[in-house]
């Protein structure tokens, strides 16, 4: 199966004399604040409207062109009969050193805009301001951007429902050098891969956990591999989880008639020698709460508890697309939390894989549970660091609301580059203290940690938890209970933080 949605997205090099065979069901420019156009519009002008008949489009054009720039109107549509281009849009461009996320507002209008006047084609052109950006990836930004605002979620609604109807993205440039026309395919070739591996994301954080059970994403894993043989798959049964002493792991999955998975996906596309980057997933693929249970209301929402797992799948997607030199291990810790005659009680004491025994205050504190057992497991890859994603505190919704991941970790140098690939990709990252202070939390007469701390704190007091079962390696713990879905303006999942994720296993040391 492929979670693209945009059948195509690459990138075209015009130059003065190709650009008359261009063609373009719809083109997309962005004007700059106080522009008369730049060569490229000057140059589809001189060919395509130069002759008697063409100077009323002409004319428009440069109204078009003078009206967005002066800040008189955000867009504008030309049409153009009987030439190789049907329509021009040109909306209004950031500043050059506006943030990133009015870029990305900007190429997701684009799409908005060409699926609106019902184009299936859609050109966009990279001017020297998108190319040549501080930013330095503002073209794989965009080639994500238009894939993962072309998701749109049918899969549980009548099959009568319309696809949108884009489904071509072609990104022009003007003029480059050879080299500068090669690494902008190359971004764009990147970003269409992030933007699909945000959708494969988002797709299976926003299916029915009944129909997203642990099986299932162990099926999609499978299925995977079929795509890109290049990966390995091994899973984890509840049989082999136990043989593991996975105690804390399967105390979560008990109340549950869906047995647990733990799905390991390999990634080798580096040295042989080189140690992997190891990503670790909270697939709770839905929290009741268990005999914690928690309120009815927004309980729908907890299928996206395995927004972790999730992006784990993502990321390890978008590494084989793009074959990635990089190794990689990608954990899914997948179960289900619901209560039962046979689920774990308050009070219960349970033993992780790693010896330490664990006292469950509250079983709705489950994602650690599954976390700290995954985390003892991956030791084994000897990695050159660990980062565990999960939705596992509202108090990091709380915190840091819908803007910004949390980070924390026992390595500042790994803490750097991961919020770095965040301000990078605008899928950021907001670093919170990890004090020795902190740790008291976790203290119990009854066993050697307990799975909740206080009342204050509650995102930092369950990385405290888990930074217990990963003193062997250099650790990071990304909270995105905030950032991994949206309620509104539309509710679902954001397929997040896959552009940070792949950022960070491409990039650093």
């Not at 428009?60 to 849009?89: F, Q, Y």
């Not at 900007?106 to 084609?121: G, I, P, Q, Y």
């Not at 907890?302 to 954990?331: E, H």
């Not at 970790?409 to 965040?422: E, H, V």
């Amino acid at each position: 199966m492929t979670y693209k949605v945009l059948a195509t997205v690459n990138h075209k090099s015009l130059d003065k004399k190709n650009i008359k065979q261009f063609k373009s069901g719809a083109l997309a420019v962005a004007v700059e604040k106080a522009s008369n156009g730049n060569d490229f519009v000057k140059h589809i002008k001189s060919t395509f409207f130069s002759s008697t008949k063409n100077q009323v489009i002409a004319k428009t054009i440069d109204k078009a062109v003078k009206d967005v720039s002066s800040g008189n109107i955000t867009h504008a549509w030309v049409e153009c009969p009987n030439v190789k281009i049907n329509k021009i849009l040109f909306i209004k461009q950031p500043d050059n050193k506006a943030e990133l996320r009015k870029w990305v507002e900007m190429f997701t209008r684009m799409v908005s805009l060409a699926n609106a006047h019902n184009e299936k084609e859609l050109s966009i052109h990279l001017n020297d301001s998108i190319i040549s950006n501080p930013f330095g990836n503002l073209v794989e930004v965009a080639a994500r951007t238009v894939e993962s605002s072309s998701y749109k979620f049918n899969q549980t609604k009548n099959k009568t429902v319309k696809k949108l109807p884009l489904s071509k993205v072609t990104f022009t440039s003007f003029q480059l050098s050879a080299s500068e026309s090669r690494n902008t395919s190359a971004a764009v070739k990147k970003g269409y891969a992030i933007g699909e591996g945000m959708n494969a994301t988002k797709f299976l954080g926003d299916l029915p956990a009944n129909h997203c059970t642990p099986r299932i994403i162990e099926s999609k894993a499978k299925q995977l591999k079929k795509i890109f043989p290049k990966l390995k798959i091994k899973s984890l049964n509840e049989k082999q989880l136990a043989q593991l002493k996975m105690g804390s792991y399967l105390s979560v999955a008990r109340g549950s008639i869906e047995p647990p998975r733990m799905i390991i996906i390999e990634y080798n596309g580096g040295p042989k020698n080189v140690a992997p980057a190891v990503l670790v997933g909270k697939g709770i693929t839905f929290d009741t709460g268990g005999i914690s249970l928690k309120p009815s209301g927004k309980m729908d929402e907890m299928k996206w508890d395995m927004g972790g797992a999730a992006s784990v799948f993502g990321v390890m997607q978008t590494l084989a697309r793009i074959n990635a030199k990089v190794n990689v291990i990608g954990v899914m810790a997948c179960a289900e939390n619901m209560p039962s005659s046979k689920a774990t009680k308050p009070g219960d004491v349970v033993t992780s894989m790693s010896g330490q025994t664990i006292e469950i205050l509250n079983t709705d504190a489950e994602g650690r549970l599954v976390l700290c057992d995954a985390l003892t497991y991956v030791k084994r890859y000897k990695p050159k660091y660990v980062i565990d994603i999960a939705t596992l505190t509202g108090a990091c919704v709380v915190a840091l609301g819908q803007h910004a991941s949390g980070l924390m970790s026992n390595d500042q140098k790994l803490a750097d580059n991961i919020l770095a690939a965040g301000e990078n990709t605008f899928d950021r990252a907001w670093q919170l203290p990890l004090w020795d202070e902190y740790q008291s939390c976790t203290k119990t007469n009854f066993a050697d940690l307990a799975n909740i701390g206080g009342s204050g704190a509650g995102t930092i007091t369950a990385a405290c938890f888990l930074s217990r079962f990963a003193e062997d390696f250099r650790w990071a713990h990304l909270d995105i209970a905030g950032t991994a879905w949206v309620t509104s303006p539309k509710k679902g999942s954001t397929g997040r933080p896959v552009p940070l994720l792949t950022e960070m296993v491409l990039s650093s040391k």
